[in-house]
């Protein structure tokens, strides 16, 4: 097996050339073969500045109250734009509210129109 190995290792070696870049150096990238179905569109994502995909919320879909015990704790279904597709999530209403004021106001103003 080790023979094998070695023998591989020879023929990769002998194609391969020590390559050193400097900062300002230009270089032809290498082919990328991707699946089709894994590939995300550029439309609409945002990168913070550590270059790190942003999940935002686009949407309110429904409301709800929680009742518990000794209190009642409104939450809303919030659709986001995730890199996997939509994706749905329950939050508090109060704290969502302070971070996403405008989707508020967008689902007052849908929801009257849905009545």
Known sequence: MQAAQDRQKSYADQKRKLMEFEVGDRVMLKKCYTDELLVMPLKGIHID???????????????????????????????????RGPEFTWEREDSFKQKYLQLFTNWASSSTTRS
């Not at 999940?55 to 429904?62: L, R, T, Y």
């Open 49 to 83: 500045d550590k270059l790190q995909f942003v999940e935002e919320p686009v949407e309110i879909i429904e409301r709800e109250i929680k009742r518990l015990k000794q209190s009642r704790l409104p939450l809303v279904k919030v659709r986001w734009n995730s890199r």
